[in-house]
């Protein structure tokens, strides 16, 4: 696990965050952006990916869920001379802002931007003391309701799957004590409860709340059922011929990606409900290698490379096929989102 939301962002010289794009290079090389196409960039963030598009002559869509980075996006919409439709909406809903005509490519860089972890009023970093919130969307269920209404179940499941935190336990029923005399409100002071149940040793490399605001950051944003919506509506709306890139920044999202793409290679299949074993048309091929990571020069640059991996696929001219999540593997966490009720 190497998406470490508290601390891949610190600005030692306190000034402006620049969010760098990650394996552009790589991206553009897999996405083949061309005068004339239609790219959808799922995570418009700073525009890294969309300005770099837009400069090969291509058409971009791109989404954010993040109002603040729709906003801050207007001055490259202005630029673009009617290239460039920027969409408040979440990537999970992408086919609502193709065309329909479909797409040439889809690009996806999954997590927060270094923004969003730099301002302390968003909640995602322990670094700075700010609101327990976590929301990209600035709306919906933050993470102080999580952690002040939880059942302390599902918060050990949270942190253990989403996290993968060996000490959920000891940390949900530390949670669950200390909110009974005081609703947690701030990032330190959860960071700082935590610290105290499990102290840091001397070989840990990581703060011992990274995993639990991880897992919140995760669970709060749905980032998981986010990426698999996404993958199945791409199928949908990429032309033959398109191109799916997707960035990830842990292990989770990366499995993710995996797993979805080797099941759309075609291969044989069979189960125990069904043994004959029937072929597939393959409605993705792949582009290049299984995984490509950064460089170490790029990874030297950038922390937040190091943990990166993108894979590709080309969208074969087979129906696409049902979106069935079961493909991935994922433990059912919709009962989670009850809160406690
Ligand atoms: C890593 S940044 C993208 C950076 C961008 N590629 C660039 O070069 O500037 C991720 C962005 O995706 C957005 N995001 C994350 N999950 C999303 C989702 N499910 N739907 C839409 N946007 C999402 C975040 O708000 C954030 O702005």
Redo the contacts with the bound molecule.
């Keep these: 696990m190497a998406a470490n939301p508290g601390e891949d962002s610190t600005d030692a010289g306190g000034g402006p965050v620049r ?1 760098i ?2 394996l ?1 290079n790589e991206v553009l090389a897999a996405l083949e952006p061309l005068p004339g196409k239609i790219i959808l ?11 770099a598009i837009l400069g090969t002559g291509a058409n971009v869509v791109a ?4 109002p603040t ?1 729709i906003e801050a996006g207007q001055a490259l919409v202005a630029e673009s001379q009617g290239r460039l439709r920027l969409v408040h ?4 809903r992408l086919a609502d802002a193709a065309p329909s005509g479909g797409l040439d490519g889809v ?1 996806l ?5 270094s ?2 972890i730099d301002e302390a009023d968003r909640g995602f970093s322990f670094l700075k003391n700010g609101p327990l919130d976590m929301r ?2 600035a709306a919906g269920v933050s993470a102080a309701d999580v952690i002040n209404r939880a059942k302390v179940a599902d918060l050990i499941r949270i942190f253990h799957f989403l996290g993968e935190e060996s000490q959920s336990p000891r940390i949900a029923h530390a949670i669950e004590k200390r909110r009974a005399e005081k609703p947690f409100e701030t990032t330190r002071d959860l960071a700082g409860l935590i610290e105290l149940v499990t102290p840091r040793k001397m070989k840990d490399k990581i703060h011992p709340a990274t995993r639990v605001f991880q897992a919140l950051r995760i669970f709060v ?3 998981l059922g ?2 698999a919506q ?1 993958l199945f509506v791409a199928e949908r709306v990429l032309k033959p011929g398109g191109r799916l890139v997707v ?1 990830t ?1 842990h292990s989770l999202e990366d499995r993710i990606v995996k797993a979805f793409f080797a099941d759309r290679a075609g291969k044989a299949s069979g189960s125990r409900h069904l043994p004959v074993a029937h072929e597939r048309a393959a409605t993705f091929e792949r582009i290049g290698k299984p995984m490509v990571a950064a460089t170490e020069a790029e990874a030297q640059a950038n922390p937040r490379a190091r943990s990166a991996k993108l894979r590709a696929g080309l969208r074969t001219a087979a129906p696409a096929e049902a979106a069935d999540i079961s493909i991935f593997g994922l433990p059912n966490l919709a009962s989670l989102g009850k809160l406690g009720a």
Aim: charged share 20%.
């Design positions: 969010h794009p990650v552009l960039d799922g995570t418009f963030g700073a525009g890294g990916y969309t300005s989404l954010d869920r993040d980075a909406s979440q990537f999970s690009v860089d999954i997590g927060v931007s923004m969003q990209m969307s944003n749905d980032e986010e990426l996404a960035v920044f």
